[in-house]
C-alpha cells in the first residue's frame, strides 16, 4: 500500500504517515505523558478495530446506531458531495451575510464606535456584539445560513460542526488573530466536501465538548478521529493529488496532538523540556 | 498519532504545494501557512528538534501583512496581523540567536551586536502597538464582576487592561509582548553573566498576570482564551516573587487551564 513516505527512519523500519491506528503503540514522546493521554492511547487501539468498516459513518452515540445504516450512509455521502455545490450559493463568511450580521469587526471600519459598546454591561449593543455562544466579539451572530450548510449531515456530525461554530474560536487552534473567521467559514466550508477534514474538525470538537459536559465520553471523539486518519489514508494511498484539504487534513489532526500536549508541557514547564520557556514567548503567528 | 510524523507530513506537503513567494497568494494558503508556522514552532520546541520552516517563510507572510498594512492603514485586522507577524519575526530571530551562543555558533561580539538589534526592534514594536492601545473605545469597564480578591498579587479590574471587540487580539498580543520583552531582558542577563533586573522583570510579569486575570474574570472573553495564555505563566512564574502568595498564583492559573483538558 503507497503511503505519503516523510523520508525518515525508525531503526530498520521506515517512517510512513499517517501512521497506522490498530495494534500500534504510538511512537510519540512518552514524557510528559500522563494517566490521561496513556488511557486515550489505549481506547484508540480498542476503538479503531470496532470502526473498522470505512463506510459506516453513522453516529458513535448510543441508542443513535440507526438500523438502516446503509442507506443513512449513502444519503450522508451524497450530502457531503453535495454540500459544497450548495455552500457556493451560501458562503460562510460573516462578511458577506446580509442584515443580519452584527459582526463588530465590520461595525468598526471607522474610527470611532460608540462608547458604549465597550462597556461590560447587558446593554443591547453590547449583547448583539459579543453575539450568542461563541462570545468572539468579532463573529457575526448565527444565522440561519449557517444551520442550512451542514443541517442536512448526520445529526452527530451537524451537531459538531455547530458546537465547533459557536464554541470553538482560533484560540483553541493556538492561533492569536484570525481573519476572516477562517476556523469559522473557509475550514468548515471545505471539510463539507472532503470527508478525512470533516471526521477531523467532528473530533476536535468532540474533544472540547467531552471535557465541558459531565460524563463527556472519550470514545466519540476518538471515533472521529480515527475515522479522519483512516479516511486520509485512503486518500493518501488511492493516490489522491495533494492539495489544500489533505494538508489542512494534517494540521487538524496535529491541532488536536497539540492541544492535548501543549498545555501539560507548559504546566510541567522546565523539568522536561528544557525550552518550555521560549514557549513563554508565545512567538505568535 | 506522533507528533513529529504531523510536524514532517506537513512540512513535506506544504513545501511540495508551495514556495515562500506563492503561499501567500490566496487566503487558503496564506491560513495553513499562518497555522502551520505557528504549529511547526510549537512542534519544534516541544518535540526538541526545532522548527523545520526557514525563516523565509515567515518574511513571506510578514510582508505580506506589511503590504496589507500599506493598503489599509486604518483596517484594525491589518494592524493586528501586522502586530502579530511582526512579533513572530522578533521571536523567531531573537529564539535563534539565544540558541546559537551556547553552542558557539556566533561569537560573543556577533552576539551582542545582533541582540543590540533585537533590543530596538523590541522597542520598535511596542512603539507601534501603542496607537492601539490608546483606542479607549474598546476598553472593558468591569461591572458585576466578582469582587476583587484582596489577597490578588494584581487588580484585574484595573481601568485600562482588558480590550474588547474588534480589539480583543490586542490582549494576547499584549500579554506576548511582555513576555518578549521580559524573556529578551533575561536571556540577556544570563548571556552577559549578570543578574537578571529582577524589578523590571516583575513589572513585566504583573502587567502581563493582570491582563490574564482580567480576561479570566471577563465573563465576554472568548472560549479558549486562557488556552492561548498558558505558555506564559510559566514566564511569569519565574519573574514573579517566589513567596508563597506567588507561587499560588501561578498554580491556581495553571490548574484553571488544566482543568479544562
Aim: hydrophobic residues 30%; contains cysteine.
Amino acid at each position: 500500500m503507497a503511503h505519503f513516505s516523510v523520508g525518515c527512519e525508525k531503526g530498520s523500519r521506515e517512517c510512513v504517515y499517517p501512521e497506522p491506528t490498530s495494534n500500534s503503540k504510538s511512537s510519540g514522546s512518552k514524557a510528559g505523558k500522563g494517566q490521561k493521554a496513556d488511557q486515550q492511547e489505549e481506547e484508540q487501539e480498542s476503538s479503531s478495530e470496532e470502526y473498522d468498516d470505512e463506510e459506516d459513518i453513522t453516529s458513535p452515540v448510543e441508542g443513535q446506531q440507526s438500523s438502516a445504516a446503509s442507506p443513512k450512509t449513502r444519503q450522508s455521502n451524497t450530502n457531503l458531495r453535495t454540500a459544497t455545490r450548495k455552500q457556493s450559493k451560501h458562503s460562510l463568511d460573516p462578511s458577506k451575510k446580509g442584515s443580519q450580521a452584527t459582526s463588530a469587526s465590520n461595525k468598526d471600519k471607522s474610527s470611532s464606535p460608540p462608547t458604549e459598546e465597550s462597556k461590560f454591561s447587558k446593554s443591547p449593543s453590547t449583547t448583539a456584539t459579543l453575539g450568542s455562544s461563541s462570545k468572539l466579539s468579532s463573529v457575526s451572530t448565527y444565522t440561519s445560513q449557517e444551520a442550512t450548510a451542514w443541517a442536512h449531515l448526520d445529526p452527530s456530525i451537524a451537531s459538531l460542526f455547530d458546537y465547533h461554530y459557536h464554541s470553538l474560536t482560533h484560540l483553541h487552534y493556538f492561533l492569536r488573530h484570525d481573519t476572516p473567521r477562517f476556523i469559522h467559514t473557509t475550514l468548515l466550508e471545505i471539510a463539507l466536501g472532503y470527508e478525512p477534514l470533516l471526521f477531523a474538525i467532528c473530533g476536535f470538537a468532540a474533544f472540547h465538548l467531552t471535557i465541558e459536559k459531565p460524563g463527556g465520553r472519550v470514545q466519540d471523539f476518538l471515533y472521529y478521529y480515527n475515522r479522519s486518519v483512516s479516511s486520509l489514508r485512503k486518500s493518501l494511498s488511492n493516490g489522491e493529488k495533494h492539495t489544500d484539504r489533505t494538508l489542512l487534513t494534517i494540521l487538524q489532526l496535529a491541532a488536536f496532538e497539540v492541544r492535548t500536549r501543549f498545555p501539560k508541557i507548559c504546566t510541567r514547564g522546565n523539568q522536561t523540556h528544557p525550552n518550555s520557556l521560549f514557549l513563554g514567548v508565545g512567538i505568535p503567528w | 498519532m506522533n507528533l513529529l510524523g504531523h510536524q514532517k507530513a506537513a512540512y513535506e506537503m506544504l513545501t511540495e504545494l508551495y514556495t515562500p513567494e506563492t503561499v501567500t497568494a490566496t487566503e487558503t494558503s496564506r491560513h495553513i501557512l499562518g497555522w502551520y508556522g505557528r504549529f511547526d514552532l510549537m512542534a519544534g520546541l516541544m518535540g526538541g528538534k526545532g522548527a523545520m520552516l526557514d525563516r523565509v517563510w515567515f518574511e513571506a507572510r510578514h510582508q505580506w501583512t506589511t503590504t496589507q498594512l500599506h493598503k489599509n492603514p486604518t483596517d484594525l485586522d491589518a494592524i493586528l496581523n501586522h502586530c502579530v507577524t511582526t512579533h513572530g519575526l522578533i521571536a523567531l530571530d531573537m529564539s535563534s540567536l539565544f540558541a546559537q551562543l551556547p553552542r558557539g555558533e556566533v561569537s560573543p561580539t556577533e552576539f551582542f551586536q545582533q541582540n543590540d538589534i533585537i533590543r530596538s526592534r523590541i522597542k520598535e514594536y511596542r512603539a507601534q502597538i501603542e496607537p492601539l492601545l490608546r483606542r479607549q473605545q474598546h476598553l472593558v469597564i468591569f461591572e458585576d464582576a466578582p469582587e476583587r480578591d484582596p489577597e490578588d498579587i494584581v487588580d484585574p479590574y484595573q481601568p485600562g487592561t482588558l480590550y474588547c471587540g474588534p480589539l480583543w487580539s490586542l490582549n494576547h498580543i499584549m500579554v506576548d509582548w511582555y513576555s518578549l520583552v521580559g524573556m529578551h531582558t533575561y536571556q540577556t542577563a544570563l548571556a552577559m553573566q549578570q543578574q537578571p533586573p529582577w524589578e523590571k522583570l516583575q513589572t513585566y510579569a504583573y502587567e502581563e498576570a493582570r491582563i490574564i486575570e482580567a480576561m479570566q474574570f471577563w465573563s465576554g472573553s472568548p472560549s479558549g482564551c486562557l488556552l492561548s495564555v498558558n505558555s506564559s505563566i510559566g514566564l511569569i512564574a519565574l519573574f514573579l516573587p517566589r513567596d508563597e502568595k506567588h507561587i499560588l498564583w501561578s498554580c491556581q492559573k495553571l490548574a484553571k487551564i488544566e482543568s479544562m483538558g
